[in-house]
T-cell receptor, first 114, second 113 residues
Framework: EAQVTQNPRYLITVTGKKLTVTCSQN?????MSWYRQDPGLGLRQIYY???????DKGDVPEGYKVSRKEKRNFPLILESPSPNQTSLYFC?????????????FGEGSRLTVL | KQEVTQIPAALSVPEGENLVLNCSFT??????LQWFRQDPGKGLTSLLL?????REQTSGRLNASLDKSSGRSTLYIAASQPGDSATYLC????????????FGKGTKLTVNP
């Protein structure tokens, strides 16, 4: 089954404690991306990756890091989480085809930073 | 900067009604437009993708149209069912040559039995 898998799905942590949210896709997609979703603000892109070792900033990259060492994995790293990073996070992937590449989303990771 | 607007923010209809959800965007130079469905606390599920060269796409009871020149798309849902209750989001990619998807804030649809 084609899917994007995120872990953990739910996490409560404290300010400053480094954490990583993993994302893995089994569709051999080149493009992967991270979004956060907040009430009233909608979905905003954090980082994206066009392929292995190629990453770029989205609209709200501050406080986040990413890496793309393998095609299937695109982890999101919060080096020193702060309460304003409390949010619902989504990973997504699609093929490299710009015009027809349908975006597939993971189930989401709800993060609370105390 | 591309901006995507969805009106209304919420819509409540009786079961069986045909309905239209609206999406407008400010920059018509897009690669494609996608409609998604999001259930509470869940991820987004892609419903339809319309390429910039297409006018519409259909899947079952759903029909999405695209008018690039006017910066508008509609999602038509026929014979609505309570199971259609969800938030529907549209997103466009390609403005300014960027592949980034820009999302609207969604329309929350409630279909009452």
């Amino acid at each position: 089954e084609a899917q994007v898998t995120q872990n953990p799905r739910y996490l409560i942590t404290v300010t400053g404690k480094k954490l990583t949210v993993t994302c893995s896709q089994n569709m051999n997609h080149e493009y992967m991306s991270w979004y956060r979703q907040d009430p009233g603000l909608g979905l905003r892109q954090i980082y994206y990756s066009m392929n292995v070792e190629v990453t770029d900033k989205g609209d709200v990259p501050e406080g986040y890091k990413v890496s793309r060492k393998e095609k299937r994995n695109f982890p999101l790293i919060l080096e020193s989480p702060s309460p304003n990073q409390t949010s619902l996070y989504f990973c997504a992937s699609r093929s490299a085809e710009i015009y027809t590449g349908e975006l597939f989303f993971g189930e989401g990771s709800r993060l609370t930073v105390l | 900067k591309q901006e995507v607007t969805q009106i209304p923010a919420a819509l409540s209809v009786p079961e069986g009604e045909n309905l239209v959800l609206n999406c407008s965007f400010t920059d018509s130079a897009i690669y494609n437009l996608q409609w998604f469905r999001q259930d509470p606390g869940k991820g987004l599920t892609s419903l339809l993708l319309i390429q910039s060269s297409q006018r519409e796409q259909t899947s079952g009871r759903l029909n999405a149209s695209l008018d690039k020149s006017s910066g508008r798309s509609t999602l038509y849902i026929a014979a609505s069912q309570p199971g259609d209750s969800a938030t529907y989001l549209c997103a466009v990619s390609g403005a300014g040559g960027s592949e980034k998807l820009v999302f609207g804030k969604g329309t929350k649809l409630t279909v009452n039995p």
